[in-house]
């Protein structure tokens, strides 16, 4: 076909000009379209409520920390929990952390002293993560005084005080957690409290979470999902106690103060000769074992629940 027909078919050619301001009209209306698009898109996901709604209190799902980058270099599988590199990390070396004086029956002064604390926890863990060479980013925190909604629950619940995985938050309320510890007034007590919940964050970070999470559900009696559950609430015990054995100095802790502590550790364990089905957080003898294990060795190593030759430790 001769270049004339071509021509004749497609009509009389375009002046120069005019051909490529269509060109560059037709790209431009492209581009517009493009945007138009990515906005929608970005509008759409943008109004997800955060977590994409219920979640189970420590869900796996990444939350706000969440990336390829960061999960490349976070540890998978039964490794994560026996063998895990935060366990090779030595002493937790924190910065002074002088806790400021709390009134219990100030909602406000509350708010202050677990600010306080918290900031001492970022400083400590962030320091670890990096020696491990593991990713870490803080908890949010979510000192509430009016009721309200997570993504793993709504409260005033049953727990005064909460960690979610869905959205990487740790949830105290500042009033609630006094009426439900009957008043204490010995601030250790709300130290060691918001040290147990972000000692859960710290165990969602090391990638020992999620590999907890998956082998729990694989289990179908109730009983054999509460084994897996009073390691991980005993090990939280212990990195409590690790973070608040290293900062006894600057808080400071008395001896008085740590007898608290230890007695809370107590209290908050399984009721002596209740349901099997309802033993999620270890006995007495072995939630004040580990957390005092913690406060002497302040090491995270020493907190292994998952690789102990005496299984009555974890029960």
């Known amino acids: 076909m001769s270049p004339r027909l071509l021509g004749s078919a497609a009509g009389p050619p375009s002046p120069p000009g005019r051909g490529v301001d269509r060109r560059v009209g037709l790209y431009a209306a492209l581009a517009a379209l493009v945007l138009a698009l990515a906005a929608v898109t970005w509008t759409a996901v943008g109004d997800d409520p955060p977590g994409g709604g219920a979640a189970p209190e420590a869900s796996p799902s990444p939350g706000p920390t969440g990336g390829l980058a960061a999960d490349a270099h976070r540890p998978t599988g039964e490794s994560a929990l026996v063998d895990n590199p935060l366990y090779g990390t030595g002493r937790l070396a924190p910065l002074p952390c002088p806790a400021p004086e709390l009134d219990v029956r100030d909602p406000s002064s509350m708010e202050v002293f677990l600010h306080a604390v918290s900031d001492c926890l970022d400083d400590a863990w962030t320091t670890q993560f990096e020696r491990a060479g593991i990713p870490f980013r803080p908890p949010e925190r979510v000192f509430w005084s009016d009721p309200g909604r997570s993504p793993c629950r709504d409260y005033p619940s049953a727990a005064g005080a909460f960690y979610c995985r869905a959205d990487t938050s740790v949830y105290i309320g500042t009033s609630d957690v006094v ?16 040290a147990h919940e972000y000692a859960h964050h710290v165990q969602g970070e090391s990638g020992l979470l999620e590999y907890y999470h998956e082998q729990r559900r694989l289990e179908a009696d109730r009983t054999d999902q509460n084994a897996w559950t009073r390691r991980s609430e005993l090990q939280a015990n212990c990195l409590a106690g690790v973070f608040l054995g290293s900062v006894r100095v600057s808080y400071p802790l008395e001896d008085g103060d740590i007898d608290a502590v230890l007695a809370d550790a107590a209290a908050t364990a399984d009721r002596e000769g209740g349901p099997e089905d309802e033993r999620t957080h270890g006995s007495a003898d072995n939630s004040t074992r580990w957390m005092r294990h913690g406060l002497d060795r302040q090491e995270p190593g020493a907190c292994n629940t998952w690789d102990v030759e005496d299984p ?3 029960e």
Not at 184 to 191: P, W
């Open 179 to 194: 009426e439900k510890w009957n008043g204490a007034e010995d601030s250790a007590v709300y130290a060691s409290l918001l």
């Open 312 to 314: 009555s430790l974890v």
